[in-house]
């Protein structure tokens, strides 16, 4: 057994994929912070945004939000790591595992004695699912009388696949549980997100691992992760990568779809990447490995536990109705600019209408056109 798993990691570190995780992406969370140190003492470019609830309190001056009779707010991953930090954090959830999900639910109604939250079961790499919890949610509101709306939605579930899987739906898993799920997830809840009578907001939870990803041709091979299965070795660190910048270039476009072009201001769209946490992302990494990339992370003062990894997400979800747009990082209401790549509008506006018609062919299929 011992012997199996030292083999097991033993071929994972002769891995260029491992190395590039280990090395690259831990370059690129210290130049983060070192961002976050520059400009609060040197360029005092940095941009702060105080904390509000005007998506979670019903006690609000503003009536329209008053009239909500429990503000909704969905998280997805919520069984585990930043997820569930988070559900205690705003006691409302979404998930995968119902089992888990049952688990988070009753510790947060043990622990807060009004929590109102309800676990759905979800798999954001499958459109059919996201589509059932699309009808279940629905249904959920109208039972309990609630308003036909949503207020907040939190893209945060996402995993770190190192071997090629696909789905039923012909797609790489990572990519389509990164950014294709929360990609649908999105558009199919824009309605809800609009009806609400009060400002409603999308918060997509990406990574600093981002800003390794130096170019990026968009098709719809490469978004569905097809073109991967084609390589002899699975690049996992690269589609992790990869799937996160796209999930950058969606935020910031849907962005510019919502507020810049329509002139909503109903809706914001926010990025929060929460650093280095230690949860259980790493859970197809050999346990020595992650372990050890766990205490060197430590080591380094770059780990944070989920308590804390989620104060970027909170800011995002606190910043004030008309911040949208902005990437937090950090913690302490701090936002940083991500990579240049992800600031491409003319590849964000490709990705979106080449995920657009991904989502269309899937609707096709599901015949849902609501
Ligand atoms: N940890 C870090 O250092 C770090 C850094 C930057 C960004 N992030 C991002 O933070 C987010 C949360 O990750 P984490 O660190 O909290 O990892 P985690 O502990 O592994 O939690 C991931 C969550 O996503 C859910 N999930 C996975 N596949 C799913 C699917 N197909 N459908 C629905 N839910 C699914 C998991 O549910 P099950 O338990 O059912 O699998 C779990 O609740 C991810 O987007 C990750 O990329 C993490």
Redesign the pocket.
């Known amino acids: 057994m011992v012997v199996n798993k030292l083999k097991e990691a033993l071929i994972f570190l002769c891995k260029g994929q491992f190395w590039r995780m280990a090395v690259m992406w831990t370059i690129s969370l210290i130049l983060s912070y070192l961002q976050v140190f520059a400009q609060r003492h040197y360029l005092r470019k940095s941009k702060f945004y105080e904390r509000s609830s005007p998506f979670l309190s019903t006690a609000s001056s503003n009536p329209a939000i008053a009239s909500i009779k429990k503000p909704i707010c969905i998280i ?9 930090a988070v559900s205690y954090a705003l006691a409302k959830e979404a ?3 119902l089992h ?1 999900l049952s688990k988070i639910v009753s510790e947060i109604q043990e622990h807060i004695d009004d929590a109102s939250v309800k676990a759905f079961q ?4 499958s459109y059919k699912s996201i589509l059932s919890f699309k009808h279940a949610l629905q249904q959920w509101l109208l039972d309990s009388d609630l308003h036909c709306s949503v207020q907040l939605l939190i893209n ?5 696949a190192t071997s090629y899987r696909i789905t039923a739906e012909q797609c790489d898993q990572m990519m ?3 950014y294709i ?1 929360p990609f649908c997830l999105t558009k199919l809840l824009l309605p809800l997100l609009e009806q609400s009578p009060g400002p409603s907001r999308v918060v997509n ?5 981002h800003r390794n990803v130096s170019s990026m041709e968009v098709a719809g091979e490469t978004i569905s992760g097809q073109y991967f299965s084609k390589l002899s070795l699975y690049p996992f660190a690269q589609v992790y990568e990869y799937s ?1 910048l796209c999930v950058l270039l969606f935020t910031y476009e849907l962005h510019r779809q919502v507020c810049l072009v329509e002139k909503s201001h109903s809706i914001s769209v926010i990025a929060a ?9 790493m ?1 197809e990494i050999p346990s020595c490995l992650s372990w050890f990339a766990f205490y060197i992370l430590k080591l380094l003062g770059l780990l944070q536990s ?1 308590e804390v ?1 989620i104060d970027s997400v909170l800011d995002a979800v606190h910043a004030p109705p008309e911040t949208s747009g902005v990437y937090f990082f950090g913690g302490n209401g701090r936002t940083l600019r991500s990579s240049r790549l992800s600031y491409n509008s003319k590849l964000a506006k490709d990705l979106w209408d080449d995920s657009s018609q991904i989502f269309l062919e899937r609707q096709l299929v599901y015949q849902d056109t609501t």
Do not use: E, H, M, Q
């Open positions: 997805t991953g919520a069984s585990s790591g930043l997820g569930a998930g995968r595992s888990s979800v798999d954001l790499s945060n579930a996402g995993i770190l389509s549980t990164n799920g939870v990406t990574s600093f691992t996160k990447d929460p650093g280095a946490v230690k949860t259980n992302i859970r989920p990894g």
